[in-house]
């Protein structure tokens, strides 16, 4: 079945650092993807998302660019801050388009 | 606008008892997604209504189940408790559907069984 990979966590860096976390998917069609942003003690929240082939998602300095050939969509920001340490989910639509199937999530620790 | 509530925000219950959980969606929002968060298996899709109607349903024992009512307010049931059953519920709705439309989530319910 359909399913999404992301790199095991925690992820610690210092502010201003370059962010990478990496995402695949293995899916059948042509799924929409996104990145989910989960502060302690809150719900998620919609970073980004990408509906097609080399489609890019970018929100509050965040980018992933939607890339079939490698069937990935990894997350990036080019100068983290304290604030962004929360957990980033990566997911993808069901063949349905009613579901969202999410990977395991990546922890983000920035420290100042 | 006010977001997606979720009553209560915290649960105790006992191994064989059932549980209702309730999901208020964003005025306007037809569509209602439920998800279990576990640290173990992570965030899997549960059911998801539309307009009263279940369009969809993960892969979980007939245990659980779902009802979406007129105004949109969903509610999610739990029998037969299990310690496995021990996670956070989150709800999340959308205007027509979670992947054409942005899907908001509520803070969830934690639910402990014991």
């Known amino acids: 079945g359909d399913s999404v990979t992301q790199m095991e966590g925690p992820v610690t860096l210092s502010e201003e650092a370059f962010l990478t976390i990496n995402c695949t998917y293995t899916a059948t069609g042509y799924p929409s993807l996104f990145w989910y942003v989960q502060y302690p003690g809150e719900g998620l929240q919609l970073l980004l998302k990408?509906?097609?082939?080399?489609d890019k998602g970018s929100n509050k300095g965040f980018e992933a660019t939607y890339r079939k050939e490698t069937t990935s969509f990894h997350l990036e920001k080019g100068s983290v801050q304290v604030s962004d340490s929360a957990v980033y989910f990566c997911?993808?639509?069901?063949?349905?388009?009613?579901?969202?199937?999410f990977g395991k999530g990546t922890t983000l620790s920035v420290s100042s | 606008k006010a977001g997606v509530t979720q009553t209560p925000r915290y649960l105790i219950k006992t191994r064989g008892q059932q549980v209702t959980l309730s999901c208020s969606p964003i005025?306007?929002?037809?569509?209602v997604s439920w998800y279990q968060q576990t640290p173990g298996q992570g965030l899997q899709f549960l059911f998801e209504y539309f307009s009263e109607t279940q369009r969809n349903k993960g892969n979980f024992p007939g245990r659980f189940s779902g009802r979406q009512f007129s105004n949109s307010r969903s509610e999610m049931n739990v029998s037969t408790l299990e310690l496995g059953d021990s996670a956070l519920y989150l709800c999340?709705?959308?205007?027509?559907?979670?992947?054409?439309?942005?899907?908001?989530f509520g803070p969830g319910t934690r639910l402990t069984v014991t």
């Open positions: 997911a993808l639509s069901d063949q349905a388009g009613t579901a969202l199937i």
């Open positions: 005025s306007g929002h037809r569509s």
């Open positions: 999340a709705s959308s205007y027509l559907g979670p992947t054409s439309y942005e899907q908001y």
């Open positions: 990408a509906t097609k082939a080399d």
